[in-house]
C-alpha cells in the first residue's frame, strides 16, 4: 500500500501526457529509446528525461541487447481509479443531459475516426523512416569508419544533441563518442554550437 507521499508523486508523474504516452506504448512492448522518439514523435532528449524519472520511481526498467542498448519496459504497471463522493444523491438524467450524451458520443465517434486516419498516416511515416535508416545504413558502410557514427549520425538526425545525450542513446563509452564526434567533424559531417552537436548543412562550405 503506497502512502500519502508515494501517491502523490505517481499522480505527478501521470500528471504528464508524453510520460502516459510512454507508459501505454510500454504497455505494448518493450522499446528503445528512439523507438519511443519515433513512435511518439517526441525528441530523443524529452524521452530520456521522462525515462529517468520513472526508473527513479521503479516504475521502468531496462535490459540490454546484443548492441548494448537499452530495451525499457514497464517494471510496475500502474492501475488508479478515482473517485469523487458527493453528500447528496445524484438527481435523476434530465433531458437535457440526454441530449448532451448523444451529443457526445457522435463527438467520441468523430475523434475515433480521425484518429485511425492519423494512425495509418503514422504508420506509412514510420514505415518511410525504417526504410531511411536502412538506406543511411548501407550507404555508412562505405563512408565511415565504424558503425558508432553511424548510430551518432541517425541519432542526430533526430534533434540536436549533447555529448551525455549521445552516449545515453548509443550505450557506448564516453570517450569512444568523443573521439568519433571529432571524426566526423573533420570529415564535416557534423557541427558543434556551444555544448550541442548538430549535422552540418549540406549546403554549408568546407
Known sequence: MLDQVEIARILDILGNRNRRRIIDLLRQ???FVTE???RLMLSPKA????????????ILSFRMDERRRKYYYLANDIDVMIRLLKREQLQTATRDESNRLRSALFQ???????REELAEKLKNTEQAIDGQIRDITNLAQAALDNPLQTDILISLA?????LDDLCELTEAPRDAVSDNLEILRKKHMIEQAGETFRLRDTHAGF
Open 29 to 31: 512492448k518493450p522499446c
Open 36 to 38: 519511443i522518439s519515433d
Open 47 to 58: 524521452v530520456i528525461e521522462h525515462l529517468q524519472i520513472m526508473e527513479r520511481e521503479e
Open 108 to 114: 467520441l465517434r468523430r475523434m475515433i475516426e480521425l
Open 158 to 162: 533526430h534533434c540536436d544533441l549533447t
